[in-house]
Nanobody
């Protein structure tokens, strides 16, 4: 009942920047935590960053100081500003959100993923 759609992925050279966006839609009452995860070929999906509804953030050590997560609660949108990108940041990036629907049931939804490729 809650859909997430990511955008903003692409190909960038090492040292460059990209901004990912993810919009949540559906019968949403509120969204608690929104976040980004990534999965590189042959590796497990890993947490990149999360942000709560009050703005508290959490980052993986590998992206601290380079990535910034933010959200617009009015638009049910979360962003990931990625700077100083490295080839090892290459992965499919997935958006995640959890919260409650208008029927007061809980949801924990994932987007379809967006590819980020960093060339050396």
């Amino acid at each position: 009942q809650v859909q997430l759609v990511e955008s903003g992925g692409g190909l960038v050279q090492a040292g460059g920047s990209l901004r990912l966006s993810c919009v949540a839609s559906g019968r949403i009452f509120n969204i608690n935590t929104m976040g980004w995860h990534r999965q590189a070929p042959g590796k497990q999906r890993e947490l990149v960053a999360t942000i709560t509804s009050s703005g508290s953030t959490n980052y993986a050590d590998s992206v601290k100081g380079r990535f910034t997560i933010s959200r617009d609660n009015a638009k049910n949108t979360v962003y990931l500003q990625m700077s100083s990108l490295k080839p090892e940041d290459t992965a499919v990036y997935y958006c995640n959100a959890d919260g409650r629907t208008v029927f007061l049931g809980s949801f924990d939804s994932w987007g379809q993923g967006t590819q980020v490729t960093v060339s050396s």
